[in-house]
């Protein structure tokens, strides 16, 4: 019998380590004191078969390599932030998050804060335990306030369920939820950011932090909210711009805040909001209650038992559930149709509720589930996060979000030997993207049915113009003034002096200031720029 050494790094729940005690190929090392000392870890990781962590260690590079008979690493919990997931994809480690067990314990935190910056009840109890009877801490009701969400994910989902029945009027800002979801879930829809924060009395966010959602809440962007509004942030520290929020608090913009997250945590002295007037802080509780913890302890021990016994990969951030011989066949499709819908997502409409997958020729021909679940991976990456998505949740993420999936299949060849196709599309527009290899490597052959050729990688720059002469040298021109490299270019038209395409395959991404100036020259008529990293 093959005997399996599981390390516990971080502490989880009881009945989860009972769990994995009790199956007798299993030695269970709970070991509590690792945390910073990597030395250490690399010694009691040595002849580990599993390792289960929580936030507090960091599984380096240098503990995946120390760690020779590792096969699985368990995150209790949502982020794989203190893994690294490349080192472990590379030594053949799965790992294995827990997305959903959190997710109403973080809802009911970030709406307690709500209601304890509506009533001011911390300050309220400052006073009381200084030996004040003071009753100056006069609060604001929440009924009939419009609350806006920004993110409607499993979180925001269920703060909607709370708002709802303390009869608040719930609107959201989610460039990924479609209009049937939204109409379900008994919130209103708003298609501009700005238009929701200009509506609302109280903000909460529960998006994922990234280059597009850093500082969402600006200075700018909350001095265009009503006078007073109330802003709960429990979902990442960055979402909002901590400094502009602690001017804003003290200029009485802002009426109030609550915050859980910070962009440096923990806080340090000097940390701008720590002065600031009508605020409630808690230090990044969202996730702690014994019921989150019970459930992902419980979880994680549940999906690492399962890996080591039986080989199934549930949840899985790096590794998709197949055998063998079907990853031979599918393997070089698996990570081209990932890239597919990471470039699809760039271009997409706004509100697209529908996704398709068209394969033909050879590819056609094969079970093409998991090169299906890459793409609907690369194309929510960008809403949901790439930490919570993944091969085995990307079908139900889409569902969340109301986002319809459909594949198809034509075993005949097309002009291509093998030809993956992905459309999104909304009722009155769609994007197509279609990717074929070329002597076994990956092309993009068709952009919105023009045809095209480009290697995906990089950053890819396209620009749709009316067709006239003059539109490539002035494109050249903007860009090598901004040292801006084109590697390679592709050139397409429907008909002469109709519309025509240019795909510019770049060296370096180009910055916002630079599309700007591209946007201006005359007969431009859309620029998208998509990053494939």
């Known amino acids: 019998m093959t005997r399996h050494k599981i390390l516990i790094a971080d502490p989880i729940s009881q009945t989860g380590i009972d769990l994995l005690k009790a199956e007798p190929s299993f030695e269970v090392e709970v070991n509590l004191g690792l945390k910073g000392k990597e030395a250490e870890f690399c010694a009691a990781a040595k002849d580990a078969s599993a390792i289960i962590v929580r936030s507090g260690v960091k599984v380096t590079a240098k503990v995946l390599e120390a760690a020779e008979k590792l096969m699985v690493v368990g995150r209790a919990g949502v982020g794989v932030d203190n893994i690294d997931v490349p080192a472990a994809s590379k030594r053949g480690v799965v790992v294995m998050n827990t997305p959903g067990g959190n997710t109403v314990s973080t809802a009911e935190h970030a709406f307690t804060l709500m209601l304890s910056l509506a009533r001011k009840i911390p300050q309220a109890h400052a006073s009381i335990v200084s030996g004040k009877w003071d009753r100056k801490f006069q609060g604001t009701e929440i009924n009939k306030k419009t609350l806006a969400i920004l993110g409607m994910g499993r979180i925001g989902t269920e703060f909607a369920k709370r708002a709802t029945a303390f009869g608040m009027r719930v609107i959201a800002y989610d460039p990924y939820l479609t209009a049937n979801r939204a109409q379900m879930l008994q919130v209103e829809l708003f298609d501009k950011l700005d238009d929701a924060v200009a509506e609302a009395d109280f903000i909460t966010l529960h998006m994922p932090l990234s280059s597009e959602t850093k500082h969402m809440l600006s200075e700018e962007r909350l001095r265009r909210a009503k006078k007073g509004v109330r802003v709960i942030n429990c979902a990442r520290g960055g979402l909002v711009d901590d400094n ?10 802002v009426g109030g805040a609550a915050v859980d997250v910070y962009e440096v945590e923990p806080p340090p002295a000097d940390y701008p909001l720590l002065k600031a007037p009508n605020i409630v802080f808690t230090p990044h509780l969202g996730a702690s209650t014994e019921e989150a913890q019970e459930s992902v302890g419980i979880e ?27 990853l031979a066949e599918i393997g070089p499709f698996l990570r081209f149709g990932e890239i597919l819908g990471r470039l699809v997502s760039q ?8 996704l398709k997958v068209t394969y033909s020729g050879k590819l056609g021909a094969l079970d093409t589930t998991l090169v299906s679940r890459g793409v609907l991976k690369g194309y929510l990456e960008k809403p949901i996060g790439a930490d919570q998505v993944n091969l085995i949740n990307a079908i139900s993420t889409a569902e969340s979000l109301g986002l319809r999936f459909t594949e198809s299949h034509l075993p005949e060849p097309t002009e291509f030997a093998d030809l993956i196709e992905v459309q999104v599309s909304n009722p009155d527009h769609s994007a197509v993207i279609s990717g074929s290899f070329f002597g076994g490597d990956p092309r993009i052959v068709k952009i919105n049915g023009r045809r095209v050729e480009a290697k995906p990688e990089g950053t890819l720059l396209l ?39 240019t795909l510019l395959s770049l060296d370096t991404t180009p910055s916002d200031a630079v599309i700007s100036e591209l946007e201006k020259v005359e007969g431009v008529k859309r620029i998208h720029c998509m990053a494939l990293a």
């Open 244 to 253: 502009a929020l602690a001017k804003l608090l003290e200029e009485g913009q």
């Open 300 to 326: 994680i021990a549940e999906q690492v038992k399962n890996n080591l016994l039986q080989g199934t990969v549930v949840n899985a951030v790096n590794m998709p559930n197949v055998d063998p011989k079907t």
């Open 347 to 354: 271009i997409a409409p706004a509100r697209a509720d529908r």
């Open 463 to 501: 620009l749709e113009n009316i067709d006239r002469p003059g539109m490539i040298g002035a494109y050249g021109t903007i860009l090598g003034k901004n040292q801006v490299n084109i590697a390679n270019m592709s050139l397409s038209r429907n008909q002469e002096g109709g519309t025509a395409l």
